[in-house]
């Protein structure tokens, strides 16, 4: 303990001796945290996005207008002998234009100007989450669309699946260029701390002749990388936070209502405390490297 507290005393005094270089790191750790947070945060609203969705997957049958009742009867008859079918609704041309006229205000004077409803009939078919997969709702899904009169089908749930493959792409970009600016920040805090130790290579040679240990010889200096780090680490988080709200009334809340997300959340507690942990963990890297290699 004495030595911990005697390594942050002196890397608290380092820090502000050579606060010009020590900024530089501090700096390019916050970059690198910044860009990596901005991802998962992407990325862990873009992975609730798909979880709504998909509990709320739903197959779309798209009828003809002149259907005839023959026709849907045959449609209905189908669509009730699935095991992946929850609930199924009919959802008439009025019934169509009504709710997109409820949806989309701004457009409703529009589509009265069309004068024709160019809204077709539906069925809106629930899907059950554990039957069958999605391998038995793509063959519902073919064998409705061969029936007659029906003009189309929509599956949600293929919307849902390239969703996740871009969230999978997200990621992994962010994961790699995250690395690449962490692996930066630590090249750059080994090189403030190499200077630091430099400057101070006369007090140092004398404390390694008078047989002071290496915790105190060479401790604080990883402990100033430690401190940049996490530093750096909460600077990003506060500025990422500060993004977020600034954008969040203006485009975020409008957008999460585009895409029927209840709201759009910034990055969780313990995600927040991984990522000080993580440029801590960066920082301690790059000064005991810097520290044992000199």
């Not at 995600?271 to 942990?277: D, G, H, I, T, Y």
Request: charged content about 20%; some cysteine.
């Amino acid at each position: 303990m004495r030595a911990l507290r005697y390594a942050a005393e002196e890397a608290l005094v380092s820090l502000w001796r050579g606060r010009r270089s020590g900024l530089l790191s501090t700096a390019t750790i916050a970059l690198a945290l910044f860009v990596l947070g901005a991802f998962l945060l992407v990325t862990a609203n873009l992975q609730r996005l798909a979880e709504q969705w998909g509990s709320g997957a739903e197959l779309s049958v798209y009828l003809v207008d002149d259907v005839t009742a023959a026709q849907r009867q045959a449609i209905e008859s189908t669509l009730a002998g699935s095991d992946v079918v929850a609930t199924r609704e009919f959802v008439s041309k009025r019934d169509a234009l009504t709710r997109f006229k409820q949806t989309f205000t701004d457009l409703a004077s529009t589509v009265d100007t069309l004068g024709d409803n160019p809204l077709p009939a539906s069925y809106e078919v629930r899907l059950r989450s554990t039957a069958g997969g999605d391998a038995s709702v793509d063959q519902l899904a073919a064998r409705v669309r061969t029936l007659d009169g029906v003009a189309d089908v929509r599956y949600d749930r293929q919307w849902i699946a390239r969703l996740l493959s871009a969230v999978r792409v997200v990621r992994g970009v962010g994961l790699a260029l995250g690395l690449l600016l962490t692996i930066a920040a630590a090249l750059t805090v080994a090189n403030v701390v190499r200077l630091a130790l430099y400057a101070r290579r006369d007090e140092l040679e004398i404390m390694q002749l008078v047989g002071a240990p290496d915790v105190y010889v060479r401790g604080p200096f990883v402990m100033e990388g430690v401190l940049q780090g996490g530093i750096g680490a909460a600077a990003a988080l506060v500025v990422l936070g500060a993004v977020f709200l600034a954008v969040r009334g203006r485009y975020l809340t409008p957008l999460a209502a585009a895409v029927n997300l209840p709201s759009i959340r910034f990055l969780p507690a313990e995600l927040c405390v991984l990522l000080v942990a993580g440029g801590m963990a960066v920082g301690c890297v790059g000064g005991a490297v810097a520290a044992w290699r000199s």
